[in-house]
C-alpha cells in the first residue's frame, strides 16, 4: 500500500450527472480511502491508491453526460480509514451546469415495467437523465437549489439516494408516486376533473380532436393530433405557420420525413432537438415549406402520453400568448381558452422552449439553442465578465465569467413586457451560476435608436457601474461568426432582414471585413425604399412597387393608391436588407405575397431555390461594391414577359434560381476579390438568410473554386439569437 495520498481536482461536466457516485464506486473497487469533494466549481478527490489506475478505471465507468476536461494531480500527506462523500461546499463557480437530458432507457425500462415501484410514473429520472437546467436555482447543484426542493423525499427514495450502489445515488432529482409531484387534468374552465389516470383521460380528449395544453420540465406546449390542425390553426390565428411534430418513435418519424442515420440519432440524442427534415407526406403542419420539424418525446409524460393515445404524432408547440413567452404558471396557462389541460405541481424556475436545429452537411445551423443545449459554454480569450443583450427579436442574452461565454435560452421579441423581463432575469439567473460576486465589467448592445433590450442593458449598466457599448448588428453577426469558428480575421457576408447601421440606414446584406476590434464594409446591395416602413415587411407587395417605380413599372398597386405610394416612397426608409430583396423575389414571382409570421417569403421561396435551375443569365451592375438590386430586378422583368402566366412551378424556380444566383455571386465575388487583395483565406456567411440551404451551396461551391476557406455557424445561432454572443466578444475585447 502506497503510504502517501494524492489530490485530483476534476474540471468539466463533473456535477449533477452522476460523477460523485461513480468516484465512490470506483474508490470502493480499487480499496482507495480518502474523499470525494464537490466545491461549486469542480469536483475534488483524495485517494491513497495509484492516481493513474484510478483515473484509469474511472473513465471506463463514467456517467454518459459527464465530461472531463481537465485533470490536477497535486500530493496530499492526509491518512484515511474510509471513502467517503464529503458535503458540497460553495467555492468559485467555474463548474458547467448540465442540461436537461431526455429520459435514459434504464428509467424508460422502469417506467414501462408493471411490478417496478415507478410503473407509469411520469417523474422518473436518474443520475444520467431528467430535467437539470430548467429546475436549478442555484449552484452548487443539490436538492434543495432546485425545483424539487418542496418534495421532500420518501424513505424508500432516501434509501436509493444514499446507496453508492444504486443508479439514484446523490440524484437531485428523483421522487417517486409516494413523495414527488403528480399530474392533474382540468377541463376547458379550468377545473379540476376528477380521474385515477389524468394522463389516459388527456390522451383520450387529445385524440378526440381537442386542443390541450400539457406542462413538461421546462415548460408548457398546446397539443393536439395532425388532423385537428385546421382547427387548430384558426383558433390560434396562425393560418400558416410552421409547427412542429412530436412523434411516437423513430418509425413514426419515418412516416412523416426523410431520415438518413445521421439525422435519426440526432433525432433520437439525449438533448431531442427539433430536427427540420425533408417532408414526405403533404402535411398542413409546413404550408409551402419542405421541410418539417420533428422531434421524440423526451419526459416520461410524453411516453406516457404517446402510450395511451391512438395517434403517433402530434402537433406540438410552446404554449404562449402570441409575442409572449412561454407561460410557466398553473394560474395564468387557463387564459390560453385550450380545452383540456395537463399541468403538475412542481414549479418551473428557467422555462427553456425547444431546441430548433436545421442541419445542412455534417453541420447544425441553430434556429433557437435552447432546451437540451443551454447554457452550453464557448470558450473566449477574455476573462472580464460582460453582459451582452442582443438586438430586438429572436433574442438570447449573453454573460461571460472565468473565460466562457454563456448564451441564455431562447427569449424571443423584445417588444413584450414579458419577455424583457425574461431576459433580464435569465441574464441575472446566468451571473448567479457562473460568478462568485456579481460584478460586471461590461454591458454589450445594439446601436439600434429603438430596441428595447437596450433598456435591460442600460439598467445592468447603471446597476454595476459597468461601461456601456453599443455594436453594429451585422459586425456582431460576423463577430459571432468568427467566435463560432474560432478565427480572428474573415470577411463575412452577413445576411439578414433587418439591422441598423452607421449611416442610420437599415443594413441587411453587408460584406464586411471583420476582426474583434474592427470592421470595414467592403459591398452591399444597393439601397431601396421600404414603402410605409414595418408595412413593407408584413406586405412584400410595396417592396415589389418601390423597385419597379424606379424603372417606371406599376405593380400591385394602381391609380389613387399608387399616386399616394409614390409620395411616401420619400420619406420610407432605405434598407440595403437582403431579406426584404428574397421577399420582394418571392412575390413578384407569386409564392408569396403576404407575411404571416417571421421569414415566411423567403422560406417559402427556398423550396423553388432548391428545385429550380439557373437557366437565364442575370448579372446585375456593380459600382464601387454595390450591387444594383434594381437593375437585377428589371433584368428579371424583362426576362419574364416572354414567359407564359401565370408561371408556371418550373419557370417559378429557374427565375428565382437565376436570380438569387445572380445576387449571391455579386456579393460573393466582391469578397473574394477583397480577400485576395488583402491575402485573406477565410471567408463566411452569417445572419438570418445564411438558414437559407440553397444559399449556402452557393457561397460555398465558389468560395471553394477559389480554394479559400468557408465559414458557417455551428454552435452559435445563425439569426439573431447569436447576436448576443458577438456582442459579448466584441466588448471583451475592448477590455482587453
Ligand atoms: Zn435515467
Ligand atoms: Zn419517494
Given at each position: 500500500?502506497?503510504h ?5 481536482i476534476?474540471k468539466?461536466v463533473v456535477?449533477g450527472?452522476?460523477f460523485?457516485?461513480?468516484?465512490y464506486?470506483?474508490?470502493n ?5 480518502g ?9 475534488e478527490v483524495?485517494?491513497?491508491t495509484d492516481?493513474?489506475e ?8 463514467l456517467?454518459?453526460l ?7 494531480i497535486?500530493?496530499?500527506?492526509r ?9 458540497s ?13 431526455a ?8 417506467l ?5 415501484r ?5 417523474f422518473?429520472n436518474c443520475?444520467?437523465?431528467g430535467a437539470?437546467?430548467?429546475v436549478?436555482?442555484?449552484v452548487p ?9 418542496e418534495?421532500?423525499?420518501c ?6 439516494y444514499e446507496?453508492?450502489f444504486?443508479?439514484?445515488y446523490h ?5 417517486c ?6 399530474y392533474s387534468i ?11 389516470n389524468?394522463?389516459y383521460?388527456?390522451a383520450?380528449?387529445?385524440?378526440n ?8 420540465w421546462?415548460?408548457?406546449h398546446l397539443?393536439?393530433t395532425?388532423?385537428?390542425?385546421s382547427?387548430?390553426r384558426?383558433?390560434?390565428h396562425r393560418?400558416q405557420?410552421s409547427?412542429a411534430?412530436m412523434?411516437?418513435d ?5 412516416e412523416?420525413a426523410?431520415?438518413?442515420k445521421e ?6 440524442s439525449?438533448?431531442r ?5 425533408p417532408k414526405?407526406k ?9 421541410y ?5 418525446p423526451?419526459?416520461?409524460v410524453h411516453y406516457l402520453l404517446?402510450?395511451?393515445l391512438?395517434h403517433?404524432?402530434?402537433?406540438m408547440?410552446s ?6 413567452p412561454?407561460?410557466?404558471e398553473n394560474s ?10 395537463l399541468?403538475?405541481?412542481r414549479k ?14 455534417n453541420n447544425?445551423f441553430?434556429?433557437r ?7 452550453d459554454p464557448?470558450?473566449?480569450s ?9 438586438p430586438?427579436e429572436n433574442?438570447t442574452?449573453g454573460?461571460?465569467a472565468h ?5 441564455t435560452?431562447y427569449?424571443?421579441?423584445?417588444t413584450?413586457?414579458?419577455?424583457l ?10 451571473i448567479?451560476l ?5 460584478e460586471?465589467d461590461a ?5 439600434h435608436p429603438g430596441?428595447e ?22 459586425w456582431?453577426?460576423?463577430?459571432s ?6 478565427e480572428s480575421r ?28 474592427s ?6 446591395l444597393?439601397?431601396i425604399p421600404l414603402?410605409?416602413?414595418?408595412k413593407a ?7 415589389v ?8 413599372e ?13 409620395k411616401?416612397?420619400?420619406e ?7 431579406g ?17 409570421y417571421?421569414g415566411?417569403?423567403?422560406m417559402?421561396?427556398?423550396r423553388?431555390?432548391s428545385l429550380?435551375?439557373?437557366?437565364f443569365?442575370?448579372r ?12 437585377l430586378f428589371?433584368?428579371l422583368h424583362?426576362h419574364s ?13 429557374d427565375?428565382?434560381?437565376?436570380f438569387?444566383d445572380a445576387l ?9 476579390n ?5 491575402s ?8 438570418g438568410v ?5 444559399i ?5 461551391a ?7 476557406q468557408?465559414?458557417v ?17 466584441l466588448a ?5
Open positions: 500500500m502506497n502517501s495520498s494524492y489530490k485530483l476534476f468539466g456535477q450527472v452522476g460523485r457516485p461513480t468516484v464506486r470506483v474508490a473497487r480499487l480499496g482507495s480511502h474523499f470525494v469533494l464537490n466545491t461549486g466549481s469542480e469536483v483524495v485517494i491513497d492516481p493513474d484510478f483515473i484509469f478505471e474511472l473513465r471506463k465507468d456517467p454518459s459527464a465530461r472531463i476536461f481537465s485533470i490536477e497535486v500530493r496530499d500527506k491518512r484515511f480509514s474510509d471513502f467517503k462523500i464529503k458535503k461546499k460553495q467555492g468559485s463557480k467555474q463548474s458547467l451546469i448540465p442540461v436537461d437530458t429520459l435514459c432507457d434504464a428509467c424508460l425500462t422502469e414501462f415495467d408493471e411490478k417496478n415507478r410503473y407509469h410514473y411520469p422518473t443520475t444520467v437523465c437539470r437546467y430548467s436549478i436555482k442555484n447543484y443539490d436538492r434543495n437549489q432546485t425545483a424539487m426542493d418534495f421532500p423525499l424513505e424508500e427514495c432516501t434509501k436509493e446507496n453508492p444504486d443508479r439514484r440524484a437531485q432529482t428523483i421522487s408516486p409516494h413523495c414527488g409531484p403528480h382540468f377541463d376547458e374552465k379550468g377545473q379540476n376533473i376528477k380521474s385515477n389524468p394522463i383521460e388527456f383520450q380528449r387529445i385524440d380532436g381537442n386542443i390541450g395544453v400539457i406542462k413538461s421546462g415548460g408548457m397539443c393536439c395532425l388532423d385537428t390542425i382547427s387548430f384558426s383558433w390560434y393560418p405557420k409547427f411534430v412523434v411516437k423513430s418509425r413514426a418519424a419515418k412523416f426523410i431520415i438518413s439525422k435519426e440519432d440526432l433525432l433520437n439525449s438533448n432537438p427539433i430536427v427540420l427534415l414526405k403533404k402535411l398542413n403542419v409546413a404550408p409551402g415549406l419542405d418539417i420539424g420533428l422531434f421524440l423526451y419526459t416520461p404517446f402510450d395511451a391512438e403517433n404524432a402530434l402537433v408547440t404554449a404562449n400568448i402570441p409575442g409572449e412561454m407561460i410557466t395564468d396557462v387557463f387564459n390560453l381558452h385550450a380545452d383540456v389541460y399541468l403538475h405541481n418551473i424556475p428557467n422555462r427553456c422552449d425547444d431546441s430548433v436545429i436545421k442541419p445542412w452537411r447544425t441553430f434556429i439553442k435552447s432546451r437540451g443545449y443551454v447554457p464557448i470558450p473566449v477574455y476573462d472580464a465578465h460582460v453582459v451582452s443583450v442582443g430586438g433574442v442574452g454573460v461571460s473565460k466562457n461565454l454563456y448564451l435560452q427569449l424571443g421579441k423584445t413584450s413586457y414579458e419577455t423581463n425574461f431576459l433580464e432575469n435569465s441574464i441575472r439567473h446566468l448567479k457562473t460568478m462568485e460576486k456579481g460586471i454591458v454589450a448592445m445594439d446601436i430596441y433590450s437596450k433598456r435591460v442593458a442600460k439598467s445592468f449598466a447603471e446597476e454595476f457601474h459597468a461601461p456601456l457599448f453599443s455594436f453594429q448588428h451585422h456582431a453577426h460576423a463577430a461568426l468568427l467566435l463560432d469558428n474560432n474573415a470577411v463575412v457576408l452577413s445576411l439578414d432582414g433587418l439591422g441598423y447601421g452607421e449611416d442610420e440606414l437599415l443594413w441587411g446584406s453587408e460584406v464586411i471585413d471583420t476582426s474583434f476590434t470592421y470595414s464594409r467592403i459591398s452591399h444597393k439601397a414603402l410605409g416602413g414595418d415587411a408584413i406586405d412584400p407587395r410595396r417592396i412597387f418601390a423597385i419597379f417605380d424606379q424603372f417606371d406599376e405593380l400591385f398597386f394602381t391609380g389613387k393608391k399608387a399616386e399616394l405610394f409614390r411616401i416612397l420619400s420610407s426608409p432605405l434598407s440595403t436588407s437582403f426584404r430583396v428574397l421577399d420582394a423575389l418571392s412575390c413578384y414571382l407569386d409564392i408569396c405575397c403576404k407575411r404571416t417571421d415566411e417569403p423567403a417559402k421561396l427556398e423553388y431555390l429550380g435551375k439557373k437557366r443569365s442575370f446585375p451592375s456593380v459600382n464601387q461594391g454595390v450591387v444594383d438590386t434594381v437593375d428589371q433584368q424583362k414577359t416572354i414567359l407564359s402566366k401565370p408561371f408556371t412551378e418550373k419557370d417559378k424556380a427565375l428565382a434560381v437565376s438569387v449571391v455571386s455579386s456579393l460573393t465575388q466582391e469578397a473574394i477583397y480577400a485576395q487583395d488583402h485573406l483565406k477565410h471567408i463566411g456567411v452569417s445572419g445564411s438558414y437559407n440551404i440553397p449556402v451551396e452557393m457561397i460555398r465558389q468560395v471553394k473554386k477559389e480554394k479559400l468557408f465559414l455557424h455551428r454552435r452559435i445561432p445563425n439569426g439573431d439569437g447569436g447576436i448576443s454572443a458577438g456582442q459579448n466578444v471583451g475585447y475592448k477590455l482587453l
